[in-house]
């Protein structure tokens, strides 16, 4: 069960290259605030949930 949690999770690498960007864009767009909503797991461990992503991407092409 927490593996199939864990697999609806990326990391900012993962996202970087779903998006075809480099990892830095990702980390400025949360430092930011614009980009795809983050949850974060620990301080040091920020995650974001592949629904947020896909929400955000349909935003950002609307």
């Given at each position: 069960m927490v593996g199939a949690v864990m697999n609806e999770y990326m990391t900012?690498?993962?996202v970087?290259?779903?998006l075809r960007?480099?990892?830095s864009t990702v980390c400025r767009w949360r430092l930011a605030g614009t980009g795809p909503r983050v949850t974060w797991l620990s301080p040091s461990l920020p995650r974001y949930a592949?629904?947020?992503v896909e929400e955000w991407l349909r935003?950002?092409?609307a």
């Open positions: 900012s690498a993962e970087a290259r779903l960007v480099d990892k592949r629904r947020d935003g950002v092409a």
